[in-house]
């Protein structure tokens, strides 16, 4: 949880801070020529007003459809969802006034200035026009984008685009914005940058629901996170916390010769936890690698099995991915 969003809970006197978004049960399913295909199946989450919660998932796991739905652009097959304070099936209307949407492929019309597009916007939100232009000169002078704000957006660079898309998802202040896989095809400079604008709305106070297939901007970004797979929610809570369910150290043997020999070898071992095989390499959950490792090599020595490589590393995401989905969401990617 973050410092600010901790500070609030505390001179209210609160543990826990109010919801943003609450689910329950939320679904969606496509027709198809072959039947129905599900793509969201039944998810039940609660976002916290003031913190940045993450959807991290591969892609096709249905991490946009459910974006989309909550932001009133996709109609739930099922279930019921509460966003920003108002039901999402009874006041799709009011919803869209609370909330910001930047989407995945981007809004800006090449043709038209970031200013430009600034001010239609936020006349589009019902700001008047002295009000909409003195949220356009706040927003650019915010995002840096006064320089190029009276040129044409199609000659931007992807990360002066990128922010200009989430300026125009904020200029009539929403209490939440939701961001679909905000830095895809942003170069590592920019990434930061525009990482550095999502802590500065979390400091801010509002909500930010983004997705992500990047490992490492969910553990930067959120305070929280949900795992997504095959339309379900598969695991949530803080990083760390889902870190620690990965239990002890991670240990990647690559073996040569037979590594289905080397895994069945080190899985009847009381300090290893889980090992499974992947390909030519053998993946071991350990209590503690320091030890482990002179006794995993004198082991597969005894064998007689030659050990090409090895590597120890704490748990990350991708192992929590990894051991709640069966597959490596870094390999997918």
């Not at 909409?132 to 650019?140: E, H, I, M």
Request: aromatic share 4%; net charge neutral; with cysteine.
């Amino acid at each position: 949880m973050s410092t600010a969003l901790e500070t609030r809970l505390a001179a209210t006197g609160r543990g826990e801070a109010p919801a943003m978004i609450e689910t329950r049960g939320l679904r969606r399913t496509f027709r198809a020529r072959r039947g129905d295909v599900v793509a969201v199946a039944g998810v039940d989450l609660r976002v916290a007003a003031g913190e940045v919660f993450g959807f991290l998932g591969p892609n096709g796991a249905g991490k946009t459809t459910t974006l989309r739905m909550l932001a009133t652009l996709l109609p739930p097959t099922g279930g019921e969802a509460t966003v920003a304070g108002c039901d999402l099936r009874r006041e799709p209307a009011r919803v869209r006034e609370r909330i910001g949407y930047v989407a995945q492929g981007g809004s800006t019309d090449p043709a038209l200035s970031a200013r430009a597009e600034l001010v239609l916007q936020g006349r589009l939100y019902g700001l008047s026009k002295p009000e909409a232009q003195r949220r356009t000169a706040d927003l650019l002078r915010a995002f840096e984008l006064e320089a190029c704000a009276d040129r044409a957006s199609g000659t931007y660079s992807g990360g002066q685009r990128r922010r200009l898309d989430l300026a125009l998802g904020l200029i009539h202040q929403p209490r939440l914005v939701f961001l679909d896989e905000p830095t895809t095809g942003l170069d590592p400079q920019a990434r930061a940058r525009m990482w550095d604008e999502v802590r500065r709305l979390r400091d801010g106070g509002t909500t930010v629901f983004l997705t992500t297939h990047y490992l490492e901007e969910a553990d930067a970004l959120c305070d929280r996170l949900a795992i997504i797979d095959h339309g379900q929610i598969v695991a949530e809570g803080t990083a760390d916390a889902l870190k620690r369910q990965v239990a002890g150290d991670v240990v990647l043997l690559g073996v040569h010769g037979d590594p289905a020999a080397a895994a069945a070898l080190l899985a009847a071992q009381p300090f290893v936890r889980e090992a499974s095989r992947e390909n030519d390499r053998v993946r071991l959950y350990v209590e503690r690698g320091e030890t482990a490792l002179p006794a995993i090599l004198r082991l597969l020595d005894g064998a007689g099995l030659a050990l090409e490589t090895i590597a120890l590393s704490r748990p990350s995401l991708d192992d929590v991915f990894l051991r709640t989905t069966g597959h490596s969401l870094r390999d997918e990617t």
